[in-house]
């Protein structure tokens, strides 16, 4: 089941494409659900893209499609849209307090690559934050991925793969021993893995020394 917010989403961009034929911008999105900045947007859609509600569009800038509908297609309205009759509280979708923990593995280097460290802790994660599959949590040590949003001290929240697209963020394990945070690239005979701050070099590898053991799913942050 949908959050809120998230089937308040997939209705407004679904009116917005019937409308346009054009996407929302996440600048539209954020003030259409009130949300406080675009990174809400971010983790709503990826979560709609985890349950494939949507999908977007490879290589064009505001390209989203939506796949599907909730509760079997029904409609309903978009926010700030003409004002419906009145819904019934049974009719409304119930918001997802639902809290899952997921095993925390240590320390993950967003910079130079350390040791991933294993460990029995348990981290508890809002379940709306999570899709499907298999989840664990590291904690980001370094800055070499603050331009993508990522800070020292937050957890990564990883989905268990062994496979990654280009432009994906992973958790990469080299050589077998140490594992790193960066988006993802094949660069002709090599992997590349890149940082998100203009201070890091790429790093590259041989496809044999490279592992992905994970992508990234959300972030949790403390203040």
């Known amino acids: 089941m949908l959050t809120r917010k998230q089937h308040e989403l997939i209705c407004f961009i679904a009116d917005r494409l019937a409308e346009t034929g054009v996407s929302p911008s996440f600048e539209e999105m954020k003030e259409a659900l009130d949300l406080k900045s675009k990174s809400g947007v971010h983790r709503l859609i990826s979560a709609l893209e985890e349950r494939e509600f949507i999908r977007r569009l490879p290589n064009r800038a505001r390209a989203l499609e939506v796949l599907r509908m909730p509760e079997r297609g029904e409609r309903k309205p978009s926010p700030k849209a003409a004002k419906p009759a009145a819904a019934t509280p049974a009719s409304l979708p ?120 994970g992508r990234l799913a959300g972030l949790l942050r403390r203040y």
């Open 94 to 213: 119930a918001p997802a307090n639902d809290v899952v923990e997921i095993p925390l593995h240590g320390r993950i280097a967003a910079g130079t690559p350390i040791e991933a460290l294993e460990g029995s802790t348990m981290l508890p994660v809002p379940a709306a934050l999570l899709g499907a599959g298999e989840h664990y949590a590291l904690e980001v040590a370094g800055d070499s991925m603050v331009e993508a949003g990522i800070l020292d001290g937050d957890y990564a929240l990883i989905r268990r793969t062994e496979t990654a697209r280009d432009g994906e963020i992973v958790v990469a394990l080299i050589d077998d021993a140490e594992a790193t945070l960066k988006y993802f690239r094949n660069e002709g005979t090599m992997v590349r893995l890149d940082p998100a701050n203009r201070d890091y070099s790429p790093q590259r590898y041989r496809p044999d020394q490279v592992r992905v053991q």
